[in-house]
């Protein structure tokens, strides 16, 4: 089976532009979340998908948008980006999601660069 | 606000058992402990996890104290490979939140 894939896995841009990053979850998965990862504050949660409603959201601006598609696909999007925005952002995705118990399983991750 | 505490960093020796500790006192009866593992530059790769029971599989033991207010991960025979940061996550019904892990470095 295969695993959780993200494109693309580097990107180059500058500040104010936008930027929209892909992620494919294992087949039959449900459930897509994003986090972002920076040295000086690790992995953050940013959102979490299920059935193409956002379940939940973690505490970054509005400026950090996502969607998820029929087929579980699920898209993130920044807008006006920022220096402090450049990171590995990394999809997760899980049978149900929000769960008590409910293994998630990581893709490689998106390294995106602000200039 | 993690909710877990972790060592920033341990050594251990290769084919030594690798103990990681991590302390989680205001767990709630339903959460659950998870513990991940991110190799450099990949995404955190899933280990084990456990409510209050002692779990074992095929990478790691978890062991879990009586008041579950603390848990060790357990590598029994960590190899070169087994070098990663460690992150020990307390879960419930919403997000995962990562702390920021225990980095193992294992030694030849």
């Known amino acids: 089976k295969a695993g959780v894939t993200q494109t693309p896995r580097y990107l180059i841009k500058t500040r104010g532009q936008q930027v929209t990053l892909s992620c494919s979850p294992i087949?039959?998965?449900?459930?897509v979340s994003w986090y972002q990862q920076t040295p000086g504050q690790g992995l953050q949660f940013l959102f979490e998908?299920?059935?193409?409603?956002?379940?939940n959201k973690g505490n970054f601006p509005g400026r950090f948008s996502g969607r998820q598609f029929s087929n579980s696909r699920s898209e993130m999007n920044v807008s006006t980006l920022e220096l402090g925005d450049s990171a590995l952002y990394l999809c997760?995705?899980?049978?149900?999601?929000?769960?008590?118990?409910?293994?998630?399983?990581f893709g490689p991750g998106t390294r995106l660069t602000v200039l | 606000d993690a909710k877990t505490t972790q060592p920033t960093s341990m050594d251990c020796a290769e084919g030594r058992a690798a103990n990681l500790p991590c302390n989680h006192s205001?767990?709630?009866?339903?959460?659950?402990v998870y513990w991940y593992r991110q190799i450099h530059s990949q995404g955190p790769q899933y280990i084990i996890h456990?409510?209050?029971n002692n779990e074992t599989n095929e990478m790691a033991s978890l062991i879990i104290t009586e008041d579950r207010k603390s848990s060790t991960l357990i590598l029994p025979h960590a190899t070169l490979r087994d070098t990663a940061v460690y992150y020990c996550?307390?879960?419930?019904?919403?997000?995962?939140?990562f702390g920021a892990g225990t980095r193992l470095t294992v030694k030849p």
């Open positions: 996550i307390v879960k419930g019904s919403s997000d995962m939140r």
């Open positions: 456990g409510l209050k």
């Open positions: 997760a995705s899980s049978l149900i999601g929000g769960a008590w118990y409910n293994e998630q399983f």
């Open positions: 998908y299920f059935s193409e409603t956002q379940r």
């Open positions: 087949s039959g998965h449900r459930s």
């Open positions: 205001t767990i709630s009866g339903n959460e659950y």
